[in-house]
């Protein structure tokens, strides 16, 4: 019976471990980030990543971010319109994020050119966005300094610049 409880526990704190944003994502541009995809429902979205998110209150689309700490910025964000993900995103630099063909979170923003067909860069602030279209869906490139900063996937109908 003791075996029984602890095997419990265990899968039960496995699984919560299981769903949060992952540490060293995965971009496949035209697809996923994160393992989420566009058109995931809410509770496609608690399933993958959990439900310990905030709220965006300031955001026009219901917004939810997935800090790796509480109170601190860095993760991923999901936007969503009419229950389903329209964005997914990267915020803060999360060291590890990666595409297939290892473009990486703080690479030189000139390797997504030298890998896609970029659009011109959308400056959104104090950062811009290379946007690549492939698969109908748009994929961003974050950029400061020069230097990859994020990822997100988006539908053409959400503006490039994050919340």
């Known amino acids: 019976m003791r075996l029984l409880a602890v095997t419990a526990a265990t899968l039960a704190l496995a699984s919560a471990a299981a769903a949060a944003p992952p540490r060293a994502g995965l971009f496949v541009p035209g697809a ?11 509770a496609q979205v608690q399933a993958a990543w959990g439900p310990a998110y905030g709220v965006c209150r300031g955001c026009a689309d219901l917004t939810w971010y997935f800090n790796y700490r509480p109170f601190h910025p860095e993760g991923a964000g999901v936007v969503f319109r009419r229950g389903h993900v329209v964005a997914v ?3 803060w630099a999360p060291a590890g994020w990666h595409t297939p063909g290892r473009i990486t979170i703080g ?3 000139a390797v997504v050119a ?10 959104c602030g104090s950062y811009t966005v290379v946007n690549v279209v ?17 990822f997100g996937l988006t539908t053409g109908r959400v ?3 994050l919340p």
């Open 89 to 91: 995103f990267t915020h």
């Open 107 to 109: 690479d030189p923003s």
């Open 134 to 150: 492939r698969l109908n869906l748009i994929n961003a490139f974050y950029v400061v300094n020069d230097k990859i900063w994020g």
């Open 159 to 161: 503006a490039p610049c």
């Open 114 to 123: 030298q890998r896609y067909h970029a659009l011109p860069p959308t400056t």
């Open 32 to 42: 996923s980030l994160g393992g989420l995809r566009i058109g995931m429902t809410k």
